[in-house]
């Protein structure tokens, strides 16, 4: 069974993320940002979420110990919305308020195939609910989805396997949430 | 996947557990509640007494049709109406949260007389996921005081037993069909009732303008199903707004109220999207609602907001 933890920042959605696994058959757990590196290799993970919250990354807003995990891990890593957003940051990339902030149905483009978003269409609806966004990708890594009015809706480091998405692929009125899900399971099971 | 009958098994061998004596069970006759009180039933049987409250902000009819519930289901009952209790508590009381966390205090100390009366220790509740989440706590922001979690008292003798903490309401509803309960498939009804549809102070006045509008609203839209004019929501009622408007009604001028009506569509209530109601469903709503509240009620609009940036109810 593979195991990946749920790192809780705060998010509304955090639970809905351990749900979503849970029903995956994936053997999950939620855990704060306070918990050390160490701690969290001595379980033995294959991968970890990176919840949304209410700090505003775009104002300089902390996730605890996200960036020790971001820095430290050899395993994959999926930030969500604010996790995306500290990821972006960490990584040398720059966050900031969006002009347009998006709440609710949002229309997902896809810009490059990957393995994150298998059997998803290019066109497709996801939920949104943010404040502040990804507005320069960091070195090294590459958008795979876009909005009309964010950018950078999706990103991917070029060599490992860290991604972002600003969207909520844990929430149900996502189209193809479950699907990528589905997919970064795949990807931790490699 | 989530699998009601292995669920069942174990919450109701750790209430075995957990519960050592009598417990008393807040009953609304919603999915939640009723689910808790037939797991714990299992668990500890005729040591479980169900009380249900009647606020005052209840739905036409509902406390009746509790009360019929709670008879078939065998329950060891109490039944309390604190009606004028909560209109005066409620009694000038504009603030949402406000209103949440009295209501949810009262509920509490109504539960202690009880309990103190017929020495019992253990509060059931039938908590779910969004109830704490939306609460907030530590991390996480307060998006509304559940009565049943950011609405509890600081300082409560009894001990909180909830069963259903990390389960969605679409979990709870398989559980409720696997043990066969007629209430699996109704639509959520929040603890603090009609008090957080009338925007502003919930006076008895107002209650009855909104409980009559809700009732129209579930008639119309239930009526409009069983036609198959539409797909059964997620949640729809009225809201009573503060906000007048002129009309007119028999050739006169009339300056009355506003009624909001919301439907929407979802499985968890996490995020929702706005039920897409045929037109000729809206029409019979808006006319039945200001032909029957007549002077108080000229206007009707439908709220066409999702979740985010919205949240179901208004308060």
Known sequence: ?190 | MFKAERFIDEAVAKLKEEVHGKALIAFSGGVDSTVCAALVNKAIGKQLIAVHVDTGYMRKNESKNVKKLMEKMGLNYRFIDASKEYYKDLKGVEDPEKKRKIIGEKFIRIFEKVADKEKIEYLVQGTIAPDWIESGGQLRDTIKSHHNVGGLPEKMKLKLVEPLRDLYKDEVRKVARSLNLTVSERQPFPGPGLAIRIIGEATPERTEIVREACYIVENEIESAVEKGLMEMPWQYFAVLLPVKSVGVQGDRRAYGYVIAVRAVHSIDAMTCAYSKIPHEVIDKISTRITNSLKDKINRIVYDVTNKPPSTVEWE
Request: proline share 5%; charged share 25%.
């Open chain 1, 1 to 190: 069974m593979v195991k990946i933890f749920v790192v809780d920042n705060g998010g509304q959605w955090t639970h809905r993320e351990w749900r979503t696994l849970r029903d995956l058959e994936v053997d999950t757990k939620i855990v704060p940002n306070t918990i050390s590196f160490e701690n969290l290799i001595k379980e033995n993970i294959d991968g970890l979420v990176l919840s949304g919250g209410t700090p505003r990354i775009g104002l300089e807003d902390d996730l605890g110990n996200s960036g020790e995990y971001l820095q430290k891990a050899n395993f994959p890593i999926l930030g969500i919305c604010a996790g995306h957003q500290f990821m972006g940051r960490f990584f040398g990339g720059l966050v900031a308020p969006s002009k347009v902030p998006e709440f609710g149905k949002v229309e997902l483009i896809l810009l490059k195939q990957d393995s994150l978003f298998e059997g998803v269409p290019e066109k497709s609806i996801v939920w949104e609910s943010h404040n502040d966004e990804v507005s320069h990708l960091p070195p090294n890594f590459e958008a795979l989805a876009k909005s009309e009015n964010c950018k950078i809706q999706a990103m991917k480091h070029k060599s490992k396997s860290i991604y972002g998405v600003q969207f909520h692929p844990e929430v149900e009125h996502t189209e193809y949430g479950e699907q990528i899900f589905i997919n970064f399971v795949k990807i931790c099971e490699r």
